[in-house]
């Protein structure tokens, strides 16, 4: 469905996408994963026709988007990193509008409209003006509005930033329900539990570049351990242990604010650390995740 290789995107002396390969199949989720500035949204904008590229080779749909940009965004869905709905229009009149620009006949625009509004449960707000509306309840109806033309491959950037755990967990449902439907997704996200959730294969970006790739399962057995240890101690306690611990885990991250052990047992550690009697603000043990697999390969976290 897309194929890339050695794909490269420049502002001016600014490189934002620096020689990135990969390739996404039908019916698969794929995610790019990264911080803002990672690079993520502009390789969409390119994917999706938006902005030229830059060097290297894009194919779309087996189309090259210098020179079939009209009939490739035809067959994509896209729905951008903020909404961008008409508020002076109702719900279902935003759906009929945007049909009309893929030349939907109105009869199945209508029809197409209904089962959308059906599917991402805004069927009783069909009439009602969208500016009242939600930030959740908006971002679904802006995912119905890129389904109108049944596309082929759906561009998802940045999801469900700024919504509440509630509306987030409403979208990444009605995302879900399109994998089942065998819809083919990309999406940017910064949030390693929607990667995690949500894609079959990602790559993880950072600085214009791709560092990793694989299902976030394949990641995390590759670059981490299966358990973490996150202890909080008061600061004198931390200045004074000066690696003390390292041999504790098979790898210790220190940040601002807490120490990370990494290891195959976190319970078995926490007892070791407490036998040796040092005083803890707070102790977790937890699964380890995609966001600890940024940490290990690039130093810093994702939100960073």
């Given amino acids: 469905m897309i194929h890339a290789r050695g794909l490269v995107k420049r502002f001016s002396d600014f490189t934002a996408v620096d020689g990135i390969d990969f390739d996404v199949v039908a019916g698969e989720a794929f995610g790019f994963l990264g911080p803002n500035g990672a690079g993520k949204t502009s390789t969409m904008r390119m994917i999706g026709c938006a902005s030229p590229v830059t060097a290297g080779q894009l194919t779309v749909l087996g189309m090259d988007p210098r020179t079939h940009a009209s009939v490739i965004k035809a067959r994509l869905g896209v729905v951008p990193q903020h909404d961008n709905l008409d508020a002076e229009i109702t719900v279902l009149e935003n759906l ?176 070791r650390v407490r036998a040796m009697g040092l005083p803890l603000d707070s102790a977790l043990v937890r699964r380890t995740t995609l966001e600890d697999v940024f940490l290990q390969l690039t130093g810093h976290t994702l939100v960073e």
């Fill in 96 to 271: 009929l509008m945007y049909a009309r620009y893929f030349d939907v006949p109105s009869a199945v625009a209508r029809q197409r409209a209904a089962e959308l509004l059906d599917f991402v449960q805004l069927a009783q707000r069909a009439d009602d003006a969208v500016e009242p509306l939600s930030g959740g309840m908006k971002r679904r109806l802006t995912i119905a509005r890129a389904l109108i033309n049944e596309p082929d491959v759906i561009l998802l950037d940045e999801p469900t930033t700024g919504l509440d755990p509630q509306a987030r967990h409403a979208i990444w449902d009605r995302l879900y329900r399109l994998k089942r439907r065998g819809a083919t997704l990309l999406l940017t996200t910064h949030y390693m539990d929607e990667a995690e959730q949500l894609c079959d294969r990602l790559v993880i970006m950072d600085g214009g570049k791709i560092i990793a790739e694989g299902s976030p399962r394949q990641l995390i057995d590759r670059y981490s351990t299966r358990e973490v240890l996150e202890l909080r101690m008061p600061d004198d306690v931390r200045a004074r242990l000066d690696g003390d611990l390292s041999a504790l885990a098979d790898r210790v991250q220190a940040l601002p604010d807490r120490l990370q052990f990494y290891t195959s047992d976190a319970e078995h550690v926490l007892e």
